[in-house]
């Protein structure tokens, strides 16, 4: 940004003052040559400023107007969307920024290319975790992403509830920590491995990949589980039955949770020394 004529001038004073030979010109006459001539080349230096202040927003503009959009770009848009705010004519961004989270309700997005369009997944917050975005606010999402995305690029806007993840456990405990229903012996914790397990999810990156190795290393990392196995993984999400999870398996809405009823039902503790 353009520094003021004043600033610029000031620059030089300093800068004379510091000078051993021009200290000298110490007149402090509001007619000194000395003084004329630094005012003079301070409006020079501004006019130069702005040149290049206006140049700088030339060429801002020229590639915003033509750059290709990338797969973060539209992540990035997503998140800087506006619940109830209107957009700019012919423009891309809003003129402010906020933080209310009654406005800006995109927490998280990932976008996916598929053969011949882009997915764009969003979710939103809600009591601390993630949610998918009311039928109104999706309304309004999608709209936004249709005026600001490239000419062309066709869009699958979604925002849905949570992949369900259904385990089946087998814990070999420290009988000095865990007792025999899974409970924590000194009272801190009814449920450690689910509480685990909940944390493990939860702690996945947006639309990252659930890795069935991860979840055991995790399991093993709790204090008292001596060795921690999982037998039986599957998924889910919309209507579809359960399918299992042998290595990998990336969430459709971009993040899952915990069948807590059937964790709780299919998890096996077998008492082991520690190891």
Not at 6 to 25: E, M, N
Request: charge should be negative; proline fraction near 5%.
């Amino acid at each position: 940004m353009a520094r003021t004529i004043a600033q610029i001038q000031q620059s030089i004073i300093t800068a004379k003052q510091a000078d051993p030979t021009l200290s000298t010109l110490s007149s402090s006459s509001n007619v000194a040559i000395w003084l004329l001539w630094s005012y003079v080349v301070a409006v020079c230096q501004w006019v130069v400023e702005n040149y290049f202040d206006d140049h700088k927003a030339e060429v801002e503009q020229i590639i915003v107007t033509q750059r290709a959009h990338t797969l973060q770009w539209y992540v990035t848009k997503a998140r800087q969307f506006q619940y109830g705010v209107v957009l700019p004519f012919e423009s891309d961004s809003y003129t402010t920024t906020t933080t209310d989270p009654t406005v800006a309700i995109i927490n998280y997005a990932a976008a996916v290319e598929l053969p011949s369009l882009v997915r764009l997944k969003v979710a939103t917050l809600s009591a601390g975790s993630l949610a998918p975005l009311s039928v109104t606010q999706l309304t309004a999402f999608t709209a936004y992403i249709q005026q600001i995305k490239d000419a062309g690029v066709r869009m699958q806007i979604t925002s849905g509830n949570p992949d369900i993840l259904r385990l089946q456990l087998a814990i070999y405990y420290d009988p000095l920590v865990i007792d025999a229903t899974g409970a924590r012996i000194d009272g801190s914790s009814s449920y450690p491995v689910k509480d685990a397990v909940k944390a493990f999810l939860k702690a996945l990156p947006f639309n990252g990949l659930f890795v069935v190795n991860n979840l055991i290393a995790a399991l093993q990392d709790i204090e008292g589980v001596v060795i921690g196995v999982v037998v039986y993984a599957a998924a889910t999400y919309a209507a579809l039955p359960f399918a299992p999870v042998a290595v990998e398996y990336t969430p459709d809405a971009g993040y899952m949770v915990a069948d807590e009823t059937y964790l709780l039902a299919n998890t096996t503790y077998i008492s082991h020394s520690p190891i």
